[in-house]
């Protein structure tokens, strides 16, 4: 009876030692963390793509109306010269001419951001080296279309749109 009653006052107090043992809780490194960061720069990501891509739609359909009215303005340019145009055909091809360098000026400026927000996103800065120069083009565009070389222009906004195509082409992989 003394043994089980020793066993038993053992038992008593080392149960409890072995409880306060365990009163440290030991937490587990949950991959919620490394996940929300995966997600973020996926969506980081997607939108960057997504941002060109809404670039690259918006510089192709606006060359594929350049080409028209390019051969417009330069159609109207030689009547001009040679004094066939009446005042209002001027006017009309001024402000053509107003809204196609308008046109050169928007793009310029959108990858202008475009590119400011690459360079300051840390889940971007991957991409921005493809995409650094995009806006140094459209300005050179601009510059042309300035000029009323809009077929020069044009052709150098085509480079922009490769430049951006590879930067979509990096992004993917």
Known sequence: MKRIAIALLVAILI???AALGQTRRRSSRSTTPSQSSAQKVAAARTA???KVAEQIKLMTKFIYLLGGVASGLASVDEAIKKNE???SVIQANQQSKAVVRKGFQDFREGLDRLETEFR???ELQPYYIKLAG??????????LAAASQYDAAGRTLLTVINRLADVLVVMRQ
Do not use: D
């Not at 995009?134 to 510059?143: L, M």
């Open 134 to 143: 995009s806006a140094a083009g459209a300005a050179k565009a601009e510059e």
């Open 48 to 50: 960057g793509a997504t």
């Open 85 to 87: 145009a009446s005042q």
């Open 120 to 122: 300051s996103q840390p």
């Open 15 to 17: 149960a409890p030692t």
